[in-house]
Nanobody, 124 residues
Framework: QVQLVESGGGLVQAGESLRLSCVGS????????MGWFRQAPGKEREFVAAISWSGGNTLYADSVKGRFTISRDNAKNTVYLQMNSLKPEDTAAYYC?????????????????WGQGTQVTVSS
């Protein structure tokens, strides 16, 4: 059984930064590509960022490119999402996910395990 636990969410003002963390357990972390998705109230869950098993390849949604950075530390079984220059439209629940695909993937169906989510609220 794979468990993913996110942390780091909170309430910030527009222009500020947050760093989300996701710790994985119950599996060999480095065997999975990892992703971050988000879901705002009344909207569908959407892709935010993904990173390959080695960290050598990353992919971002256009809406966050240049502001968000995904990274991972396989020794700590942790993936991070550094979010800078936050905007009110970034307000959402953010979910960490793990995919058996070793390369970066953007589709939700390609992810096998999901965390419970952490809330990010950006005020204007």
């Amino acid at each position: 059984q794979v468990q993913l636990v996110e942390s780091g969410g909170g309430l910030v003002q527009a222009g500020e930064s947050l760093r989300l963390s996701c710790v994985g357990s119950g599996h060999t972390f480095r065997n999975y590509a990892m992703g971050w998705f988000r879901q705002a109230p009344g909207k569908e869950r959407e892709f935010v960022a993904a990173i390959s098993w080695s960290g050598g390849n990353t992919l971002y949604a256009d809406s966050v490119k240049g502001r968000f950075t995904i990274s991972r530390d396989n020794a700590k079984n942790t993936v991070y999402l550094q979010m800078n220059s936050l905007k009110p439209e970034d307000t959402a629940a953010y979910y960490c996910s793990a995919s058996r695909n070793l390369v970066v993937v953007t589709t939700q169906g390609a992810y096998d395990y999901w965390g419970q989510g952490t809330q990010v609220t950006v005020s204007s």
